[in-house]
Nanobody, 115 residues
Framework: QVQLVESGGGLVQAGGSLRLSCAASGIIFSIYGMNWYRQAPGKQRELVATITRGATTNYADSVKGRFTISRDNGKNTVYLQMNSLKPEDTAVYYC?????????WGQGTQVTVSS
């Protein structure tokens, strides 16, 4: 049974930082590309950051220079370090694991940034 469990969300003031974690089980973590998405109220889900199995990273323009995605294959965990948070970063953040046709999602963690 595949599980992706996010943690680390919460309420933070603008300019603050949070670190999200996503612990995976039931998959061979090291072969999966890992992604963070977010969905704000009334908006479509958007891709925030990706990290390939080879640790190549890519970011949405809106978070470049502020967010950092990383992975620890020994712990089957992917992280999203979020700095200089803005109110527009408020959303539910979802972890995603993708490999070929296999695509799995976590339940999401709420991030709220107050102004």
């Amino acid at each position: 049974q595949v599980q992706l469990v996010e943690s680390g969300g919460g309420l933070v003031q603008a300019g603050g930082s949070l670190r999200l974690s996503c612990a995976a089980s039931g998959i061979i973590f090291s072969i999966y590309g890992m992604n963070w998405y977010r969905q704000a109220p009334g908006k479509q889900r958007e891709l925030v950051a990706t990290i390939t199995r080879g640790a190549t990273t890519n970011y949405a323009d809106s978070v470049k220079g502020r967010f950092t995605i990383s992975r620890d294959n020994g712990k089957n965990t992917v992280y999203l370090q979020m700095n200089s948070l803005k109110p527009e970063d408020t959303a539910v953040y979802y972890c995603n694991a993708a490999w070929h046709v296999n695509n799995y999602w976590g339940q999401g963690t709420q991030v709220t940034v107050s102004s």
